[in-house]
């Protein structure tokens, strides 16, 4: 069935470093692809998106590319801050019209 | 953007007890919200797509029977947790899309229920 992959947790970053979350994906078809954000104690925000082949969704100084290629989706941000720390998801929208998840994975950003 | 609510935020019931959560589209109408389920450290499951005036749709493997949803207006989604046990103990979202035809959702913050 369709599933989405994110690589694991915590990742501890130091303030102004750069940042990748891997994430790959199997389903059928061209999905569409989301990065949703976790902040504390709050719901899940969507943090961007991209809905075709090469497209390059960007947000918050935050960007990943659609890669057909590699089935691929990976989050980056060339320098973090201390408020970019939450749990981030990568997400698909199957065939089906349903949202599948990855695992989530968290970052911690010290000062 | 576009608001959800839960409430309760946090509640602790006993082992046999029913436990109601609200989800609410505070600034728009949702004829249909969503139910997810996130255990620590894990993927939010899809519980269920409830759908306003009619039954809900139920993923494989959730018992209806005892994760009760009601749609009653266009604005409220409730999930019943009934004859709760610890291992029902877990995160609860929901989530809403903005048009029937978005595929862009809005989430809820959550309920964590933990079942004594």
């Known amino acids: 069935g369709d599933s989405v992959t994110q690589m694991e947790g915590p990742v501890t970053l130091s303030e102004e470093a750069f940042l990748t979350i891997n994430c790959t994906y199997t389903a059928t078809g061209y999905p569409s692809l989301f990065w949703y954000v976790q902040y504390p104690g709050e719901g899940l925000q969507l943090l961007l998106k991209?809905?075709?082949?090469?497209d390059k969704g960007s947000n918050k100084g935050f960007e990943a590319t659609y890669r057909k290629e590699t089935t691929s989706f990976h989050l980056e941000k060339g320098s973090v801050q201390v408020s970019d720390s939450a749990v981030y998801f990568c997400a698909l929208i199957n065939q089906g019209g349903k949202l599948i998840f990855g695992q989530g994975t968290e970052l911690s950003v010290k000062p | 953007g576009a608001v959800v609510s839960q409430h309760p935020s946090r509640v602790i019931c006993k082992s046999g007890t029913s436990v109601k959560i609200e989800c609410r589209s505070l600034d728009f109408q949702a004829t249909t919200m969503f139910w997810y389920r996130q255990f620590p450290k894990q993927s939010l499951m899809l519980m269920a797509t409830s759908n306003e005036g009619s039954k809900a749709t139920y993923e494989q493997g959730v018992e209806k029977d005892k994760f009760l949803i009601n749609h009653a207006s266009l604005t409220l989604s409730t999930l019943t947790v009934t004859s709760a046990h610890p291992e029902d103990s877990s995160f609860y979202i929901c989530?809403?899309?903005?048009?029937?035809?978005?595929?862009?959702?809005?989430f809820g913050p959550g309920t964590r229920l933990t079942v004594t």
């Open positions: 991209a809905t075709k082949a090469d």
């Open positions: 989530s809403a899309p903005l048009h029937a035809s978005s595929y862009e959702q809005y």
